[in-house]
């Protein structure tokens, strides 16, 4: 039972242009939601976050939505760099438990 | 600044062979996860352990074994290993607050 959906394995963007990787999650329970990247041979590395009790934050290119109707969140990159190729995922934890809980990753590629 | 430290970063194994994996983190965090990613599957939470002493099963736990004796250090355990554990094997570790989690470089293991 995956419980945060990536449907979108891969996406192909114009530098410059804007990237949008989605996220679905199905526990009603997550509260907080969290976006990672991830290059070749390396560890994920925190991307930026966001608690239920909002519905977007911004950091610097990065912004994150949060529909909590739909169960939905989105990661937008504005404007996209060639540096910004990499692979995504979205996670999801809540109140009441030590786990993350990883979607199964988004590979951007942003062509010069 | 270390972070979190996997070792090894590489190793092949044979099947029915055993061997451990070794976390350390330096930033005095309570809670620590070992994931593993595979191609498609996004990253799965095998163990984690909220504190020294003690651990519990994650999503894909079998053929695995954990411990925490010290705060910074998490092992990882394949008693008997099976080519269905090749995989990419990553460490993190996140304070109380549980705003991040810092991940590992990652220990790509092959068993043939």
């Known amino acids: 039972d995956q419980q945060v959906k990536q449907n979108s394995p891969s996406l192909s963007v114009q530098e410059g242009r804007i990237s949008i990787l989605n996220c679905d999650y199905t526990?009603?329970?997550?509260?907080?939601f969290l976006w990672y990247k991830k290059y070749p041979a390396e560890g994920p590395t925190f991307l930026i976050s966001?608690?239920?009790?909002?519905d977007k934050n911004e950091d610097g290119r990065f912004t994150v939505f949060l529909n909590k109707s739909a169960k939905h969140l989105s990661l937008h990159i504005v404007p996209s760099q060639p540096g910004d190729s990499a692979v995504y995922f979205c996670?999801?934890?809540?109140?009441?438990?030590?786990?993350?809980?990883f979607g199964t990753g988004t590979r951007l590629k942003v062509l010069a | 600044n270390a972070g979190v430290t996997q070792t090894p970063k590489f190793r092949v194994l044979k099947t029915g062979q055993s061997m451990t994996l070794l976390c350390a983190q330096d930033?005095?965090?309570?809670?620590m996860y070992w994931y593993r990613q595979d191609p498609g599957m996004g990253l799965r939470l095998i163990h984690y352990?909220?504190?020294?002493?003690?651990?519990a099963k994650g999503e894909v736990p079998d053929g695995y074994n954990v411990s925490r004796l010290k705060k910074q250090n998490f092992l990882l355990g394949l008693e008997s290993a099976a080519p269905s554990q090749t995989s990419v094997y990553f460490c993190?570790?996140?304070?109380?607050?549980?705003?991040?989690?810092?991940f590992g470089q990652g220990t790509r293991l092959t068993v043939v």
């Open positions: 993190a570790s996140s304070s109380l607050d549980r705003l991040k989690a810092f």
């Open positions: 526990n009603s329970m997550f509260d907080y």
């Open positions: 966001i608690s239920s009790i909002k």
């Open positions: 996670a999801a934890t809540y109140s009441g438990t030590y786990k993350y809980i």
């Open positions: 930033m005095n965090h309570e809670y």
């Open positions: 352990s909220v504190g020294e002493g003690t651990t």
